[in-house]
């Protein structure tokens, strides 16, 4: 069967016109377009990668996967708004795996820049690192860049199509094509002609589409600018869509693994005698670096996989927490990595009446904490692999898988469901590596590979642990000099190594990014970044070094403002005025929003706290009560400056996940080691916010800056600083060391 048989079974299919392509230099690999992965069975037609007509609607082909943030629904009316068709029409699937899905948003995040003052040479240089993506097919999911590489492209994509089948129309008719127009899925004539678009379908497969459709000013939208049912929501309340634990295949097999608990620990011996011996495990596979069994059943797979005696070699990184922070904080008298921002003079004097103010900060490992454990279905026919997951990556899964199997990357072919949360963690491969060898070791047959929670848990991509040193001067009532040295094991240095083998030279904009690019008028204003070498394995993390960084940054601006006994938001709105005003509006909406005075009553406290990453100023107010003296968390305001809101409910719904995903990490999230081991199994050990602990949450949306900005990761990093905040104004106690539980009891 052809993929777009295996994707859709339709006829009278049509695919829009090449918007993969782009202008770059001249540089011909980057302008050419690339091949359509959607090759037509008998009876089908398409004309690329992004869209499909047929007699039942329209199909959207998502690039991006759809993890509860929305995407398929954005997509959909992306596509809705140009190509003039009604909303119940139209339907989205997760696309193949193909190079056309490239995902060139991820460079925006590229240069080591601060992204608010972007200029139109930076804009240039961005689009000519588009190149990188679209060469290397990194169809990925991340970064908060779906809504924003898909902009320009979809809407493109209905625009074209919109054009080609009105020419297809013109053509039928003997009429000029500026004589007809479009309605609710039909192509209109002078004298009340009207023909659909499936009846035209045949015939514009056969033309040559336009490049370059203007495109309706906003003015003109029906579907974008306002909420949008989304197209996901009856599937996942009925039960019938389908996440990777839900696939089901003929003569399947189910397996789990056990891998060291030491992590990137080696397998000494194991004795599988009683595992073995269960009535319905079928095998114990050696996979050198852990097992895998296989059964009748996950849960007897499981089961066998805890009756199996291993023992594990040592971790190859220091045993406990106290020595791997230890680790981390020496790094910061070590030469720095990077210098990313050294504004005026941080070591001028300090004069007598200056207010010198220190402050060392820590933070913990933290783990993704998916609802839907890592898994992944795979067969392994002998000349080909076919794998079935949830997977921010597929272009690099297939690519791993491949490795993994002894075949060639054109032999695997991944299939991309529902992903039940993935923060980051999805982006990884090793779970599908793992289920390509346990297929490869079980050959012809269909094996799903589902991790318990406990290994999931403890074989974590983490969030690294991070220290901060920093150093300001208040002269004069205004803040004159900001000095922050920032360490942790390097995100991005590991990512790379993991999927390339190369280690990035240079400076590392991660580690730092949210304290060195904040929008904040500081005339001494110097941040470094010192990296840790641990092999304890890190990844990204919602908003990953944001999410550091905006605790650090944001709690000593709050401070520095006591210090100057200046209220907190005003401090931080003269900053932002003086440099940024998007983020001065987001500041001064949640002023508005919480009737900021200043002053709070007895028993209750509140902060404030602003970031700027992933394009987008994002200011959260927090308050808190005592409660017979335990911290409840009451109520938020969140205000965020998107530029150009695609659908307000959508962006409502990440602004408050991401707050509460920040809120429950500086509560009660940490991961810690004693033995080289992960301490943390499960959800008792590694708790979250509950529904009765959750705060009233309110959100304000701001279109004033000039670019899209991303929704899905940016509330997270002001949330953490802002609760804190909240709790030094109503106890006094400033807290510099998450998880805040440690010394604060909240409400259970």
Not at 43 to 65: F, K, M, S
Not at 261 to 276: H, N, S, Y
Not at 689 to 714: F, K, M, N, S, Y
Request: glycine fraction near 10%; hydrophobic fraction near 45%; aromatic fraction near 6%.
């Amino acid at each position: 069967m052809s993929r777009v048989g295996r994707i859709a079974r339709r006829t009278f299919l049509i695919g829009t016109a090449a918007i993969a392509g782009g202008v770059a230099f001249g540089v011909y690999q980057y302008r050419r377009d690339l091949p359509n992965p959607l090759q037509p069975g008998p009876g089908e037609v398409t004309l690329n990668p992004w869209l499909l007509i047929d007699q039942q609607g329209i199909t959207v082909i998502a690039a991006r996967a759809e993890m509860g943030q929305g995407i398929h629904t954005t997509s959909a009316a992306l596509v809705a708004e140009e190509l003039d068709v009604p909303w119940d029409s139209v339907r989205v699937i997760h696309g193949p795996t193909a190079q056309a899905y490239f995902n060139g948003a991820v460079m925006s995040h590229g240069l080591p820049i601060n992204d608010y003052e972007r200029t139109g040479f930076h804009e240039m240089m961005i689009e000519a690192m588009t190149v990188l993506p679209k060469m290397l097919g990194a169809q990925v999911t991340g970064g908060s860049t779906s809504a924003i590489d898909a902009f320009e492209k979809l809407r493109q994509a209905g625009a074209t199509a919109r054009e080609t089948l009105k020419q297809a129309a013109a053509n039928r008719l003997a009429v000029p094509i500026d004589a007809l127009g479009t309605d609710n899925g039909r192509v209109t004539a002078p004298g009340g002609v009207v023909i659909r678009y499936a009846d035209l379908a045949e015939d514009a497969a056969l033309l040559d589409p336009p490049r370059n459709v203007p495109l309706r000013p906003s003015s003109n939208w029906r579907y974008l600018g306002r909420p949008m049912p989304r197209l996901d929501m009856v599937a996942k309340s009925t039960g019938t869509a389908e996440f990777g634990v839900d696939v089901r295949l003929p003569g399947m097999r189910f397996a789990t693994v056990r891998m060291s608990p030491r992590l990137g620990g080696t397998m000494e011996v194991f004795d599988a005698v009683r595992a073995e011996q269960m009535p319905g495990v079928e095998r114990i596979i050696n996979l050198g670096t852990g097992i895998a069994v296989v059964a009748s059943n996950t849960w007897l797979a499981m089961q066998a996989a805890d009756a199996v005696d291993i023992s594990w070699g040592p971790a190859p990184y220091p045993e406990t927490t106290d020595a791997l922070l230890d680790a981390i904080r020496a790094s910061l008298d070590a030469t720095p990595n990077s210098t990313l921002r050294d504004d005026g003079d941080v070591d001028v004097a300090v004069t007598g009446e200056d207010i010198e103010v220190t402050a060392d900060y820590t933070v913990p490992w933290l783990a993704h904490a998916t609802m839907e454990p890592m898994n992944a279905t795979a067969l392994h026919t002998g000349d080909a692999l076919e794998i079935w997951t949830g997977t921010q990556a597929p272009t690099i899964a297939e690519q791993k898988a491949a490795e993994a199997a002894g075949l060639d990357p054109e032999q695997v072919t991944c299939h991309t469901t529902f992903l039940g949360g993935g923060f980051g963690r999805r982006s990884e491969s090793d779970f599908v590596v793992l289920a390509a060898r346990v297929a490869t070791a079980m050959q012809g047959t269909p094996v799903k590979v589902t991790w318990s929670r406990e290994e999931d848990m403890r074989h974590d991509f983490y969030r690294p642990a991070a220290a901060a040193r920093m150093r300001g001067v208040i002269r004069g009532g205004f803040l004159n000099v900001l000095e922050g040295r920032v360490a942790a094991p390097s995100v991005i240095r590991q990512s790379l190594r993991r999927i390339s083998g190369i280690t990035m030279p240079g400076p590392d904009k991660a580690t730092v990014e949210g304290m060195f690019n904040q929008p904040y008028a500081i005339p001494n204003y110097r941040v470094t970044g010192h990296l840790t070498d641990l092999a304890v394995p890190v990844g990204s993390w919602r908003s990953v070094g944001n999410s550091v960084n905006g605790f650090f940054m944001e709690s000593f601006i709050d401070e520095l403002a006591r210090a100057a006994r200046v209220d907190p938001l005003a401090f931080r709105l003269d900053l932002a005025r003086r440099e940024h005003a998007p983020s001065a509006g987001v500041l001064q909406a949640v002023a508005e929003m919480s009737g900021w005075t200043g002053d709070t009553p007895d028993g209750v406290g509140r902060g404030v706290a602003m970031t700027y990453s992933f394009h987008t100023a994002v200011a959260i107010v927090v308050e808190v009560s005592d409660r017979n003296g335990a911290v409840s968390v009451d109520r938020a305001w969140i205000a965020c400056d998107v530029g150009t809101a695609l659908d307000p409910a959508i962006i409502e719904a990440q602004m408050t996940s991401g707050f509460i995903y920040g809120i429950s990490a500086a509560m009660m999230e940490e991961v810690t080691f004693a033995n080289g081991e992960v301490q943390q199994y499960n959800f008792p050990d590694y708790d979250a916010l509950r529904i009765h602990q959750t705060p009233d949450i309110a959100v304000r949306i701001l279109e004033t800056q000039g670019h899209l900005g991303g929704v899905g990761e940016p509330a997270t990093p002001p949330s953490m600083p802002a609760l804190a905040n909240a709790i030094y104004d109503l106890t006094g106690e400033r807290i510099r060391d998450l998880p805040l539980n440690r010394r604060v009891q909240f409400v259970m």
